[in-house]
């Protein structure tokens, strides 16, 4: 484990993500301690309990910052290839660390309520900022309605991607679904 070293501010906080999501991605969300991550990131678990009250969301948000770390919004100067860039980069990335530590994290959902409220607020936060970001492109650019950027609106492919792979239980779907949730659903949806 890690040795007790000085630091403070972003590169503390930086050190103590970096070690839940590895502790998430060794043992999984079941087995995450504080006392573990404190270990592992060097400092002492007081530290850790002054920036996440508890085990989930320090969990969610070492979740949060490795998801955000690979997933860039795609800027192609088209909604449709934004969508669709963004689409085929969350399928890929389902066998990801960042989908491994997400699954770990919704099967410790139905016994903690807590975690189930990190996640919602997840989901409604940093699940849509990417969205967020092509829809205000198009919108600019005139191919989307000022009306899409709602975060129910701007991720609903997002939501679709998501229900394909929960409910028929894949680790990704076939590339003619992403075409097909673009192209039937998104773009009528969001256009302008």
């Given amino acids: 484990m890690a040795e007790k070293i000085r630091r403070r501010g972003a590169e ?5 993500l ?5 502790e998430l991605a060794e043992t999984g969300y079941p087995a995450l301690t504080m006392e ?3 270990q592992r990131a060097g400092t002492n678990k007081n530290t850790i309990y002054r920036r996440w009250p508890n085990r989930a969301a320090l969990g969610v948000a070492a979740y949060r910052h490795l998801a955000e770390d690979t997933l860039k919004p795609p800027d192609t100067g088209s909604l449709r290839e934004d969508a669709l860039t963004l689409l085929r980069a969350i399928n890929c990335g389902q066998s990801s660390p960042a989908a491994r530590i997400l699954r770990s994290l919704l099967t410790g959902v ?10 919602h607020e997840q989901a409604a936060e940093g699940g849509a900022k990417p ?13 989307a309605r000022p009306g899409a950027r709602h975060p129910r609106v701007a991720t ?14 894949l680790t ?4 003619e ?16």
């Fill in 12 to 16: 503390l906080e930086e050190a103590i």
């Fill in 131 to 143: 969205w967020l970001a092509i829809v205000d492109r198009a919108v600019a650019r005139g191919e």
């Fill in 172 to 175: 990704t779907v076939d590339d």
């Fill in 36 to 38: 573990r991550v404190a």
């Fill in 18 to 22: 970096r070690a839940a999501a590895d």
């Fill in 110 to 119: 139905g016994d903690e309520p807590e975690l189930r409220e990190q996640l």
């Fill in 156 to 169: 609903v492919a997002l939501v679709l991607l998501r229900n394909e792979l929960l409910t028929r239980g």
């Fill in 177 to 192: 679904v992403l075409v097909e949730i673009v192209d039937e659903v998104y773009l009528p949806l969001v256009g302008a």
